[in-house]
C-alpha cells in the first residue's frame, strides 16, 4: 500500500530541514567554530547550504559625485585618468606605455529591465608629458562583441569576444586599429559572458577564460561541453586548442605569479545558497586539474543542486588556494611588478570585487590586495581602494570595480564599469 503524505506533513519536514540547516550553523559557531570564508583553503568554516535565506540586493548605481573618487588606502592616493566611458571592463598596457580600455557589457535582448547595448569597442589613451594623465584619446578597435581580454604577442593583437578570439595585425605606435580582424577560435558565447585572454611568459600559447552558461548547470550542458567554465590553452595561431583546467565557474582575471610563472586566476563562484556560500576564490590553475563546478566547491563540498550526479567528479575536485569572501564578485587580477609602490606589495595580487548581489548586506565594491611569498599567499586581504558604497542600508553604489592593471609607471589602474571611469592608485612619496 503506497505511502500517503499529508501536506501538512510535508511542511513539517521542509521546515525541520531548515531548522537543522541553521542550527548546524549555530553548533558551529557554539563550538568556536566560526564560519569563515576568507583565507587560505584550510582555514575555512563553511556552514551548510541554505544555512541562511538567498536574497537578492542588487545594487542601484547613483553615479559619482562632481569631485568625489574613491578612497585609497594609507599611503596611498586616488586620482581620475578616464572618464565618460560606456561600461569600461578591462585595461592594458602596451609596450609604448600606450593605455587600451574595453568598453563592453553584457547585451540583454528580451529584458527592458536592463536595455542596455555594449559598446563593443577599445579606447586608447596615451600620457606624452608622463604626469598620470592622459592627453591623447582614440577610439582604438570597434566592431566587436561583447569584448574583454586583449593582449600583444609580437606584431598581433588578440581580443577576446564573448564567441571567439580574433586578432589583428598592429604596428608600434598606432592609434587606431582599421584592419579586418581574423577569427582563430571558435567559443561558447553567452552565459557568462567575459572571455579573457593571456599569454604565457615565452609567447608560445595562449590561455582563455570561458565561464559556464549558468549558475550550477540547471539544464546539464556543461557535460556536452567542457569547454565551459574553465581555461583553454591553444597556440598563437589557433590551433591546438586543448583545455587546460575545469570546474571553474567563471574564471575572469588571469595573470602569471612572477617568482615561479605559475597561472592564477580569480573565479566569480556560484549563488543562492545562503550569504556565505559559495567565496568567490584566487588559486593557482593545475594544468589538467578540476575545481569543482558545477558538482562540489571548495574541495568534495557536495552541491545540493546535484547531489548524486558525479560522485566520481566530487572525488576529483581539488581545494583553491585562497578564499576571496562569498559573492564579492573577483573578477580583476593583476601580480604587482612595478617599482613605485613599497617594497611589500613587490610580487602580490591585486584584485578587483565588482560587488555582490546575493548576499543580506554588501560585499565586495573594492580592490583588495593580498601579499605573496614564495609563490603562494601569505597574508590576510588588505583594502587598497574603497569608497565605492554610497549607502549600504539602500544599496546605492557609486561604481563598481572590475579590472586592475598596472602600468608603467608603477600606479594601479582599476576600471569601474558602472562609474565609467578608470582611477589610477599611486603612492605618495615621501616629502
Known sequence: MPLLYSPFLILALVVSMIFSSGTAAQAAQAEGRRTVDTGPS???VLPPPFATPSV?????????????????????EVSLFAENLDSPRTVYVLPNDDVLVVESTREWPGRPDRPQKSANRITLFRDTNKDGKPDLREVFLTGLNMPDGMVLLGNWFYVGNTNGLVRYPYRAGQTRITDKGEKILDLPAGGHHTRNVIADPSGRKLYIAVGSASNVDEENQWEKDQRRAGILEINPDGSGMRIFATGLRNPVGMDWEPKTNVLWTVVNERDLLGDDLVPDYLTSVRDGAFYG?????????????????????????????????????ALGLAFYRGKSFPSR????????????????????????FIRFENGKPAGPIEDILTGFIANENSFEVYGRPVGVTVASDGSLLVADDSGHKVWRVSAIRSQ
Not at 305 to 313: A, T
Request: charged share 25%.
Open 56 to 76: 537578492r540586493n542588487t545594487s542601484k548605481v547613483i553615479g559619482w559625485p562632481k569631485g568625489r573618487t574613491p578612497t585609497a588606502a594609507p599611503g596611498f
Open 345 to 368: 606589495y613587490q610580487g602580490g595580487a591585486f584584485i578587483g570585487m565588482r560587488g555582490s548581489w546575493n548576499r543580506s548586506k554588501m560585499v565586495g565594491y573594492k580592490v583588495a
Open 293 to 329: 563546478w558545477p558538482y562540489s566547491y571548495f574541495g568534495q563540498n557536495e552541491d545540493p543542486r546535484k547531489k548524486g550526479q558525479r560522485p566520481d567528479l566530487v572525488a576529483k575536485a581539488i581545494k583553491p588556494d585562497y578564499a576571496l569572501g562569498s559573492h564579492v564578485a
Open 42 to 44: 584550510e582555514k575555512l
